[in-house]
């Protein structure tokens, strides 16, 4: 099974709207990091935002949020107000626990791109 | 804003040669990670690096890689016989601790093409 599943390829989205990125995630560990990065055209990876399992509250980061439901095991980024540099390639991630020290990797999702349209 | 920068940017290479992709870490961190990503798939995870050696290594990650910390600030990865399918964009990154609830930084990537 997929650890990280995003089922949007690509959405298109009008300027100033807001904007819901699905990610889905299977892990049996109670402990866990879930993380959203941007990738423009230009490659760069740019960490947005993150969310511990056991933490309470969405995480916000200015314009973005992640929609955090344990239970569901999803954790949707969603940005307000959207810009026309938003538009970018964004993936979701998870980090869990490792039995080799220093090797909480990263597991990524396989992303959607999203367009904002002017 | 510390950053983790990678050097080159781009390299093009004979299928066959040996190529050394550079990074530096961000000073204080001690957990290096490469990944790699071929052109319009996820990012992948290669190895992970701590305390001068291998912590763990995926299956993409065979003979012909090999990772160094030379020195107190550069983190290399060496392929040593390149094939056409090791062209990918190829991330570096870094983190101050191991944590689940650390985030990673990453480089801008190095895109390798081998021809």
């Known amino acids: 099974a997929q650890k990280i599943t995003q089922t949007q390829p690509g959405m298109f989205v009008q300027e100033k709207e807001a904007v819901t990125l699905d990610c889905t995630y299977d892990t049996s560990d109670p402990s866990y990091g879930l993380f959203w990065y941007k990738q423009p055209s230009s490659g760069e990876m740019i960490f947005l935002i993150y969310q511990g399992s056991y933490d309470q509250q969405n995480a916000t980061e200015g314009r973005y949020s992640l929609n955090f439901q344990k239970a569901r095991k999803s954790a949707n980024l969603v940005i307000s107000a959207s810009q026309l540099g938003d538009s970018a390639m964004y993936f979701c991630a998870m980090r869990e626990p490792s039995d080799n020290f220093g090797n909480e990797k990263l597991t990524f999702g396989t992303g959607t791109r999203l367009t904002i349209i002017p | 804003e510390p950053e983790v920068t990678q050097t080159p940017s781009h390299q093009v290479t004979q299928m066959g040669q040996e190529v050394i992709l550079r990074c530096v870490p961000i000073s204080n961190h001690l957990y290096f990670y490469w990944y790699r990503q071929i052109l319009g798939q996820k990012v992948e995870f290669l190895v992970s690096?701590?305390?001068?050696?291998?912590?763990?290594k995926s299956e993409i990650f065979d003979d012909q890689f090999s990772v160094e910390r030379p020195d107190g600030s550069n983190f290399t990865l060496k392929i040593r016989s390149t094939k056409l399918e090791d062209s990918a964009m190829y991330f570096c990154?870094?983190?101050?601790?191991?944590?689940?609830?650390?985030?990673?930084?990453f480089g801008q990537g190095t895109r390798l093409t081998v021809v």
């Open positions: 690096f701590y305390n001068n050696e291998i912590s763990e």
């Open positions: 990154a870094s983190s101050e601790d191991p944590g689940v609830y650390t985030e990673a930084f």
